[in-house]
């Protein structure tokens, strides 16, 4: 079946580069997505990428993919505080659901 | 673009009333919406699909009678938790999908948070 699999916690200096990983199963997910969520709020979609693209720019984000290994990773350039959240990785699955990781909290520190 | 609304935000109940929580897409059209409970410091668990017009699909172990959602157009989902009791206590929050977009991308809500007492 689909899984997908972070690391739980990830802490960093303000100013340097975040990169936070993720495995998945599904070898025919077409789309891969992160998602941030700060404390007591929803989920705010970040960026995705289909599966035929490698790497994915988007400002301080970028999102490498490396579908032999089924690895996805967003790395985020000069982390500010306003980072610090939980991040998730997300795989679409059959009919469109979205497997999601559990999650990998992202800590910012000044 | 792309904005997901949830109402209320927060709700305090009483064990054995029912309560009703709206999810609806501002600004698109969304003929799937998803329905997903949240436990602390854990991730999302997907409760049930909701397609505009039609039943919804449940997930497994998800009690259809206790959770009973409604999509009646293709800008709302309802979903009402019926009979509460303090165990419902959770973060519910939606999402949609917009049915122009061939990414699948889902937009979530800002969740509702349901406390039974």
């Known amino acids: 079946g689909e899984d997908v699999e972070q690391s739980l916690f990830l802490s960093v200096r303000e100013g340097d580069s975040s990169v936070i990983n993720c495995t998945y199963t599904?070898?025919?997910?077409?789309?891969l997505y992160w998602y941030k969520q700060e404390p007591g709020a929803g989920l705010q979609l970040l960026t995705y990428?289909?599966?035929?693209?490698d790497m994915k720019q988007d400002q301080r984000l970028t999102v490498l993919l490396n579908k032999k290994d089924k690895h996805l990773s967003l790395r985020i350039a000069d982390t500010q505080t306003g980072d610090s959240a939980i991040y998730f990785c997300?795989?679409?699955?059959?009919?469109?659901?979205?497997?999601f990781g559990q999650g990998t909290e992202l800590s910012v520190k000044p | 673009g792309a904005v997901v609304s949830q109402h209320p935000s927060r709700v305090i109940c009483k064990s054995g009333t029912s309560v009703k929580i709206e999810c609806r897409s501002l600004?698109?059209?969304?003929?799937?919406m998803f329905w997903y409970r949240q436990f602390p410091k854990q991730s999302l668990m997907l409760m049930a699909t909701s397609n505009e017009g039609s039943k919804a699909t449940y997930e497994q172990g998800v009690e259809k009678d206790k959770f009973l959602i409604n999509h009646a157009s293709l800008t709302l989902s309802t979903l009402t938790v019926t009979s509460a009791h303090p165990e419902d206590s959770s973060f519910y929050i939606c999402s949609a999908r917009d049915r122009t977009d061939n990414t699948d991308t889902q937009y979530f809500g800002p969740g509702t948070r349901l406390t039974v007492l």
């Open positions: 599904d070898s025919s997910s077409t789309y």
């Open positions: 600004d698109f059209q969304a003929t799937t």
């Open positions: 990428i289909f599966s035929n693209m």
């Open positions: 997300a795989e679409r699955a059959p009919w469109g659901k979205l497997i």
